[in-house]
């Protein structure tokens, strides 16, 4: 198993300009997790999907942030426009059904946006 | 407002040595705890999780403690190496949740 593979690994771009980050899940997990990690805030949730369907994206920061997961084994986080707060290490996770289950996460995207 | 908060922020210690890492959290109604390592540029790995009745659960050279009842955790390396050099993250869910709470993690550094 490759475990939860995402890209790109790194993403530089330019403020104002469309980022799209892309994350591949654990065949098999039902739950996918995007998360943001900065130094200042740590570990902090986007957005999870269980079984393809958002079900909290209470943690998704301005209406610059979509995510989607058009099928079980893909899914995408989109920033339109970037700005250079956004710059952090993207990182999905994803789970088995049952929410006592180990949590894998990727290796993260790290953006930065000047 | 539901918080982990860890300490140290920060530690150094002589490889072969042991150290214990602190996790407090007030997250309730509580369902588990787990503490994770994240190795430098890679995603967080997971050590240990533990459910409010267990109080020590082991995984190598690391061993987890809980006390539910002071909500206190702590997480203890044995005989350090030089690959222990990473972030310990200490997460806690809270119970009819999938949301995990994160403390900000104690950054270990293990030296020859």
């Known amino acids: 198993d490759a475990g939860v593979i995402q890209s790109p690994r790194h993403e530089v771009t330019e403020m104002g300009q469309e980022v799209t980050l892309r994350c591949k899940p654990i065949?098999?997990?039902?739950?996918l997790f995007w998360y943001r990690q900065t130094m200042m805030r740590g570990l902090e949730l986007l957005i999870y999907f269980n079984n393809n369907v958002p079900i909290d994206d209470s943690g998704m920061p301005e209406d610059r942030f979509s995510a989607k997961m058009p099928n079980a084994s893909f899914s995408t986080l989109k920033i339109q426009p970037s700005e250079p707060r956004d710059s952090a290490v993207y990182f999905c996770?994803?789970?088995?059904?049952?929410?006592?289950?180990?949590?894998?996460f990727g290796s993260g995207t790290r953006l930065t946006v000047v | 407002k539901n918080q982990v908060e860890q300490s140290p922020q920060s530690l150094i210690i002589l490889e072969g040595k042991n150290c214990t890492l602190q996790?407090?959290?007030?997250?309730?109604?509580?369902?588990?705890l787990r503490w994770y390592k994240q190795d430098t540029g890679r995603g967080p790995v997971s050590l240990t999780i533990?459910?409010?009745?267990?109080n020590t659960k082991s995984n190598g050279r690391y061993t987890a403690t809980l006390d539910a009842d002071t909500k206190q955790s702590s997480l203890h390396i044995t005989a350090s190496q030089l690959s222990d050099s990473a972030s310990y993250i200490c997460v806690v869910r809270g119970r009819n949740t999938d949301k995990l709470i994160f403390g900000t993690g104690t950054r270990l550094q293990v030296f020859p």
């Open positions: 065949s098999g997990h039902n739950s």
């Open positions: 996790c407090n959290y007030t997250v309730s109604p509580f369902s588990n």
């Open positions: 996770a994803s789970r088995p059904g049952g929410r006592g289950l180990g949590y894998t």
């Open positions: 533990m459910t409010f009745s267990e």
